[in-house]
């Protein structure tokens, strides 16, 4: 027999018509309800993300729980939104893989064991900022569980490392040294000097041409 009716606005709890049928059940379904108020990992789907991919210190997300709550008749309640987690990013003091989530990630909490709020606010080591424990409020965002084929990546594999991106590729340091005993191969053309008055293209630069640069082997500025 299920539970008897509410009247509306009002919600069932978890006890169902088995919990007080023994006494073994009657104390299993309080262990239970302590249990309950443990949160430890689930699975949650991001919502808001407060940094776009920037140069930026590490940030936070808002996250929807995707496993709902249940009533001891198994009537579904859905989460509140969590707000203010930390969220993962690879970083070793001033060296980081910046990947921020996006909305629609989906990725795993973890809640921590005390209350976290005061070392998320100072980043340095604190008191619990209250007695709470394993709480829904003190969560960190770990991403990249059950999403969808990437188009943009770096794959490693027995044959090699592959970087892929429909956009365009950026690398931005004051020497670049490229260390092979093979070839390197180009399907688009090389520039020296790019957006300069001295730009010299690898394949169709010129020799000789003009009045200064008559009688000389260096390429002409501009071809």
Known sequence: ?????LSPGNYAGTRSNLSESSDFNAISFVVQQ???KAATTTLVQVTKVNNAGGI?????????????????????????IIHHLPYLR?????????????????GMASFASHDI???KATGKQANPGSRRR?????????GGMLNGVPTQYIAFSATGVAIVTPQKL???????????TGNLAVT???????????????????????TAAAGTSVPTPGT
């Open 170 to 180: 950026t690398i931005q340091a004051q020497n670049i040294i490229l260390d092979s």
């Open 134 to 142: 394993f709480d829904w409020a003190d969560g960190l965002y770990h």
């Open 56 to 80: 930026s210190p590490v940030g936070f997300v808002s996250v929807q729980p995707l496993v709902n709550q249940i009533d001891g008749d198994g009537n579904p309640t859905p989460h509140g």
């Open 1 to 5: 027999m299920a539970n008897p009716p």
């Open 90 to 106: 690879l970083q070793g003091g001033a060296s980081a893989i910046i990947l921020d989530p996006v909305v629609g990630d989906i």
């Open 117 to 119: 709020s005061s070392v």
């Open 188 to 210: 688009g053309e090389v520039v020296r000097g790019a957006t300069t008055g001295d730009q010299v293209t690898l394949g169709a630069h010129k020799h000789g041409t003009g």
């Open 34 to 36: 302590i249990l309950n």
